[in-house]
């Protein structure tokens, strides 16, 4: 279970008050993306998935970076032409990676205590909601090395913030500050750094003690109106209020209501 994860080289985990809060713990590399840290992030996401207590996952970054994204340093596979074998790097690592991520039924809050580059922005974009400390920041740093953003990143930047900046962000790989980031619709809230750790805690915790079965489907909701018109969204929502209906969380919602106490939500 997730408070009890041994041999992970490259992620310090910990769990309180329902939260799950993985750390990379590379910030020699600026906790650069390795193989032995997609092996160790499986690990962490078997437990997650398997342990019922977790009902929200926080990735965050030890030292001054949130994460650097590949480690530059680190071989890449090649290929049968003695080229480097990028596709087969993002489909033995980041896209599996991404999509269980994005399937998790908890939130996920990515809480950026630094700068967040590459597909280190991606993959903190690609949670649910991302946090950011005053110091943080966003750089889609790809193009230094002439690849176009992935991870996700085509996907998410111009659905957050618009084609023309998505692109500006990718073309200039110049940084986004954790202000403008919000301003952008990139952050949810920016912390000061000093007191980071303890606001991101808290802000998990009140999410971990939400109704979080509901919170699932409020994912698999949005996720459905990309590619449905209104209609079609509309019967989404109708399936999914009618699963909600059932759910002991909208009795307790209601009897708290009823009663004008705050609700104890169980997650079912
Ligand atoms: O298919 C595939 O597998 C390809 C997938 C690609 C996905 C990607 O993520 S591509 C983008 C990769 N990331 C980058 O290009 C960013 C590289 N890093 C930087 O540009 C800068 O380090 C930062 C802007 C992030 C921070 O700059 P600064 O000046 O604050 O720190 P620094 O001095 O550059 O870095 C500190 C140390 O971390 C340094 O090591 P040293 O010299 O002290 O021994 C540096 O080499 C190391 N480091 C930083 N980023 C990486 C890294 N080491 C390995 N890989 C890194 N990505």
């Known amino acids: ?27 020699e590399r600026l906790n650069a993306i390795s193989k032995q840290m997609h092996a160790d992030l499986r690990t962490v996401l078997d437990a997650v998935e398997n342990d019922h207590a977790v009902r929200c996952l926080v990735l965050t970054g030890k030292g001054r970076a949130f994460c650097s994204g590949q480690d530059l340093t680190e071989g890449l596979p090649l290929g049968p032409d003695g080229e480097p074998d990028l596709a087969t790097a993002l489909d033995e690592d980041y896209n599996p990676f991404v999509r269980r991520l994005t399937q998790l039924k908890i939130p996920t809050v990515a809480a950026l205590n630094g700068i967040a580059a590459g597909a280190g ?21 790809f193009r230094r090395i002439a690849l ?30 954790a202000e403008t980031a919000m301003d952008w619709g990139l952050v949810w809230k920016v912390y000061a750094d000093a007191s980071f750790a303890s ?17 699932a489907m409020m994912k698999q909701a949005v996720d459905a ?5 209104l209609s079609a969204q509309l019967d989404v929502e109708r399936d999914l209020q009618a699963v909600c209906g059932g759910q002991a969380d ?8 009823a009663g004008k106490r705050p609700a104890k939500f169980t997650g079912k």
Do not use: K, Y
């Not at 996700?152 to 084609?163: A, K, N, S, Y």
């Open 199 to 215: 606001d991101v805690q808290a802000f998990a915790a009140e999410l971990a003690a939400g109704p979080t079965a509901t919170f």
């Open 225 to 229: 109106s990309w590619h449905n018109d």
């Open 148 to 177: 176009i953003p992935d991870a996700g990143g085509t996907w998410l930047l111009p659905r957050i913030v618009g084609r023309s900046r998505a692109l500006a962000m990718m073309m200039t790989g110049e940084g986004i500050d």
């Open 1 to 27: 279970m997730f408070d009890n994860l041994d041999g992970l080289q490259t992620l310090d985990c910990s769990f309180a008050e329902g939260v799950a809060t993985v750390a990379l713990n590379r910030p």
């Open 121 to 141: 922005a991606n993959l903190a974009l690609v949670c649910d909601i991302v946090l950011a400390a005053q110091s943080a920041s966003i750089v889609e740093a």
């Open 250 to 257: 909208f009795a307790e919602g209601v009897a708290a209501f």
